[in-house]
């Protein structure tokens, strides 16, 4: 290094201090270029595993190791220049230097929980597992929030502030803080028994019976809960609301309930009977309809202008689209079988019956 130093000195006229310095910076250059390299070949190796940890933790950490390395290379230069310089104001550098690598260790860890939740999406998606995205978006979220509150507790004591003068302030002034903060905490809170108590997830249709909310679930964060409604429209709903309201959850339906009132006329009334009992026999038969739950067919009322009979069942599908399908299927067939037996289905008729002979033989009134 000696060597090193004169060669600079005689050559350059440079002191020991400030060819120390170029050295530096030139290896930093170098051993930045070395760790792009590194980085590179172990996200090709990590790609190819099958675990979600180790990519996750190559990619997340790639920007952040480059800006740690910087900033401890940066830390040391300027331990040179002060040792061999009266710059003050490489004290206050040094201190902005630890703050910068604690800011770089949260950003690591906000990149590689965020990585390590959407690996995991990927994976068990992939492989036909069953997912709860809305519970690993709240393990996401809580790692995120609790990485940010211990960075700046750290960057805080970093800088010189007593974390005791501060929790006391906070006692103080955390009765204003939460009063003017109520609806914040509540939709909070709220988020939080979302989280907790899973009553939907995203991707889920949901209604409420108190409020004109109907849609799919599309985000849930700590202050909202996006909904997109059948026309396509989004409704952003506090979270605080879901914990004063009742919320039906119609995407975790076992099955589909399929009721109908079918109405033949009153002249096919020796009829009713054979057609409820066929209408039962087709019902059993469609491979559409779980037998095994409630199945209802019998005549159920003498209506104004039909003979109502009542079909209630369940499907064994609980999509939508085919739940009409096989509804439709029903309905044709439950046509076919009262067409079959002669009868018709009734519609809303009156009958006048009008009195002519009585009407002409009504009496005059005398004249006088």
């Given at each position: 290094m000696?060597?090193?130093?004169?060669?600079?000195?005689?050559?350059?006229?440079?002191t020991?201090?400030?060819?120390?310095?170029?050295?530096?910076?030139?290896?930093?250059?170098?051993?930045?270029?070395?760790?792009?390299?590194?980085?590179?070949?172990?996200?090709?190796?990590?790609?190819?595993?099958?675990?979600?940890?180790d990519?996750?933790?190559v990619?997340?950490?790639?920007?952040?190791?480059?800006?740690?390395?910087?900033?401890?290379?940066?830390?040391?230069?300027?331990?040179?220049?002060?040792?061999?310089?009266?710059?003050e104001f490489?004290?206050?550098?040094?201190v902005?230097?630890?703050?910068?690598?604690?800011?770089?260790?949260?950003?690591f860890?906000?990149?590689?929980?965020?990585?390590?939740?959407?690996?995991i999406?990927?994976?068990?998606?992939?492989?036909?597992?069953?997912v709860?995205?809305?519970?690993?978006?709240a393990?996401?979220?809580?790692?995120?929030?609790?990485?940010?509150?211990?960075?700046?507790?750290?960057?805080?004591?970093?800088?010189?502030?007593?974390?005791?003068?501060?929790l006391?302030?906070?006692?103080?002034?955390?009765?204003?803080?939460?009063?003017?903060?109520?609806?914040?905490?509540?939709?909070?809170?709220?988020?939080?028994?979302?989280?907790?108590?899973?009553?939907?997830?995203?991707?889920?249709?949901?209604?409420?019976?108190?409020k004109?909310i109907?849609?799919?679930?599309?985000?849930?964060?700590?202050?909202?809960?996006?909904?997109?409604?059948f026309?396509k429209n989004?409704?952003?709903?506090?979270?605080?609301?879901?914990?004063?309201i009742i919320?039906?959850?119609?995407?975790?339906?076992s099955h589909?309930?399929?009721?109908?009132?079918?109405?033949?006329?009153?002249?096919?009334?020796?009829?009713?009977?054979?057609?409820?009992?066929?209408?039962?026999?087709?019902?059993?038969?469609?491979?559409?309809?779980?037998?095994?739950?409630?199945?209802?067919?019998?005549?159920?009322?003498?209506?104004?202008?039909?003979?109502?009979?009542?079909?209630?069942?369940?499907?064994?599908?609980?999509?939508?689209?085919?739940?009409?399908?096989?509804?439709?299927?029903?309905?044709?067939?439950?046509?076919?079988?009262?067409?079959?037996?002669?009868a018709?289905?009734?519609?809303?008729?009156?009958?006048?019956h009008?009195?002519?002979?009585?009407?002409?033989?009504?009496?005059?009134?005398?004249?006088?």
């Amino acid at each position: 290094m000696q060597l090193y130093y004169d060669f600079v000195s005689d050559n350059f006229g440079m002191t020991s201090w400030v060819a120390t310095v170029l050295a530096m910076a030139l290896a930093t250059l170098v051993i930045h270029y070395l760790l792009r390299i590194v980085l590179k070949r172990a996200s090709h190796i990590t790609v190819r595993t099958q675990t979600v940890w180790d990519d996750a933790l190559v990619n997340s950490a790639a920007k952040p190791v480059l800006l740690a390395f910087w900033l401890i290379s940066a830390g040391l230069m300027a331990r040179v220049l002060q040792r061999e310089s009266e710059v003050e104001f490489l004290t206050q550098g040094l201190v902005l230097r630890d703050v910068a690598l604690i800011v770089a260790v949260a950003w690591f860890l906000l990149r590689f929980s965020g990585k390590v939740g959407r690996n995991i999406l990927v994976q068990r998606a992939a492989n036909g597992d069953d997912v709860d995205p809305t519970t690993i978006d709240a393990l996401v979220k809580l790692t995120r929030l609790l990485t940010v509150v211990v960075a700046m507790i750290t960057i805080a004591q970093t800088l010189g502030f007593h974390i005791g003068g501060l929790l006391a302030l906070g006692g103080v002034g955390g009765l204003a803080v939460g009063l003017a903060a109520k609806d914040l905490l509540a939709n909070f809170f709220g988020g939080l028994t979302i989280y907790l108590d899973r009553p939907f997830g995203v991707g889920e249709w949901i209604r409420s019976p108190d409020k004109s909310i109907e849609g799919t679930v599309e985000y849930i964060s700590w202050r909202h809960t996006r909904i997109r409604a059948f026309n396509k429209n989004p409704i952003y709903v506090p979270n605080a609301v879901f914990t004063s309201i009742i919320v039906e959850n119609p995407s975790r339906m076992s099955h589909r309930r399929l009721k109908e009132t079918i109405g033949v006329r009153y002249d096919d009334f020796d009829k009713v009977a054979i057609i409820v009992a066929d209408i039962r026999l087709l019902l059993q038969a469609h491979p559409g309809i779980d037998t095994s739950q409630t199945m209802i067919v019998n005549f159920n009322l003498f209506g104004p202008s039909s003979l109502d009979i009542m079909v209630y069942t369940f499907t064994k599908t609980t999509d939508w689209i085919a739940f009409h399908g096989v509804k439709q299927e029903v309905l044709l067939q439950i046509g076919e079988c009262i067409k079959r037996h002669g009868a018709q289905i009734a519609f809303p008729t009156r009958t006048l019956h009008l009195e002519t002979e009585a009407s002409a033989q009504m009496p005059t009134v005398p004249t006088t």
